[in-house]
């Protein structure tokens, strides 16, 4: 055996190089029962690599259009969150439980609107947001080892996912106080203008928004207006924590969501 084998610090090396810190991932179930909408949907568990070695309670993000998360055959790409999670892993930054709740496909746009829209109808957001009230957290935090408060519970998504994150931020201040807002389809429900004037939390709100240049005529200066709103020191916002993260390059398209996923991980859930 060469001096360099011998070496403590060569063993290490060995040793760090074998270990995975890829999240485990599980899938909850196939057809999960929606009981609010009648329907079903597949929903996965994103676990922190060293999860069934610890004894450790963790912080949540339920995610929003599961099947664009890190299906590598996802037909519009994916935001790789398995890698991005398995990069943070190796700074340490592994102490967060992801759950990945699927889109319900042709009913997408209905589940995740929150407000009737002259084109789509009713929307059934606010179902949807009692679906994961009354239904998917208890039943998460009953499964998996996690820090239950507002404090350690965050949701996100992109485009239609992004709206329905940011209602539920305005309107379930008891369940989430970490939201990740990606490009967010503010078009289609002009009244979360309305709610974000009066909102003010009476607890801290983190709140990260991510928009692109590219993505439409609209879309900046519709980000803009709900930046200028929430961050109006007039309007008794001091709760809120705001990150606004602009990509003039940027497009809808997932390629930009997966770029921003780590960054705005980060920002929510890891600052020191």
Same mark, same amino acid.
């Given at each position: !055996?060469?001096?360099?084998?011998?070496?403590?610090?060569?063993?290490?090396?060995? *040793?760090?190089?074998?270990?995975?810190?890829?999240?485990?991932?599980?899938?909850?179930?196939?057809?999960?029962?929606?009981?609010? %909408?009648?329907?079903?949907? /597949?929903?996965?568990?994103?676990?922190?690599?060293?999860?069934?070695?610890?004894?450790?309670?963790?912080?949540? &993000?339920?995610?929003?259009?599961?099947?664009? &998360?890190?299906?590598?055959?996802?037909?519009?790409?994916?935001?790789?969150?398995?890698?991005?999670?398995?990069?943070?892993?190796?700074?340490?930054?592994?102490?967060?439980?992801?759950?990945?709740?699927?889109?319900?496909?042709?009913?997408?746009?209905?589940?995740?609107?929150?407000?009737?829209?002259?084109?789509?109808?009713?929307?059934?957001?606010?179902?949807? *947001?009692?679906? !994961?009230?009354?239904?998917?957290?208890?039943?998460?935090?009953?499964?998996?080892?996690?820090?239950?408060?507002?404090?350690?519970?965050?949701?996100?998504?992109?485009? *239609?996912?992004?709206?329905?994150?940011?209602?539920?931020?305005?309107?379930?201040?008891? %369940?989430?106080?970490?939201? *990740?807002?990606?490009?967010?389809? &503010?078009?289609?429900?002009? /009244?979360?203008?309305?709610?974000?004037?009066?909102?003010?939390?009476?607890?801290?709100?983190?709140?990260?928004?991510?928009?692109?240049?590219?993505?439409?005529?609209?879309? !900046?200066?519709?980000?803009?207006?709900?930046?200028?709103?929430? !961050?109006?020191?007039?309007?008794?916002?001091?709760?809120?924590?705001?990150?606004?993260?602009?990509?003039?390059?940027?497009?809808?398209?997932?390629?930009?969501?997966?770029?921003?996923?780590?960054?705005?991980?980060?920002? &929510?859930?890891?600052?020191?």
């Amino acid at each position: !055996m060469n001096e360099l084998a011998k070496s403590p610090t060569f063993a290490v090396q060995i *040793m760090e190089a074998t270990v995975t810190h890829y999240p485990i991932i599980e899938l909850i179930e196939e057809a999960y029962e929606i009981p609010q %909408l009648k329907r079903k949907r /597949r929903i996965s568990a994103l676990l922190p690599h060293d999860y069934h070695v610890s004894e450790k309670r963790y912080p949540v &993000l339920y995610l929003k259009d599961g099947q664009n &998360l890190f299906d590598e055959n996802a037909p519009f790409g994916n935001w790789a969150i398995d890698r991005s999670l398995e990069s943070l892993a190796r700074e340490g930054l592994q102490d967060i439980i992801v759950i990945a709740i699927d889109h319900g496909g042709e009913d997408r746009i209905a589940e995740y609107l929150p407000y009737f829209n002259s084109n789509v109808g009713k929307g059934e957001g606010e179902l949807y *947001m009692q679906f !994961m009230r009354n239904t998917l957290i208890p039943y998460v935090n009953k499964k998996y080892r996690t820090l239950t408060s507002p404090a350690n519970t965050g949701i996100g998504g992109s485009s *239609m996912g992004g709206l329905i994150s940011l209602y539920a931020g305005l309107n379930h201040q008891d %369940l989430f106080s970490r939201l *990740m807002v990606f490009s967010p389809s &503010l078009w289609i429900a002009p /009244r979360i203008f309305q709610q974000a004037e009066r909102f003010n939390p009476k607890l801290p709100v983190h709140l990260y928004i991510y928009a692109g240049g590219k993505e439409s005529a609209n879309h !900046m200066p519709n980000v803009n207006r709900l930046k200028g709103i929430l !961050m109006d020191k007039n309007k008794g916002f001091e709760n809120i924590h705001l990150k606004l993260s602009l990509n003039p390059e940027g497009t809808h398209s997932e390629h930009h969501w997966s770029l921003e996923f780590p960054k705005a991980l980060k920002w &929510l859930y890891f600052r020191r």
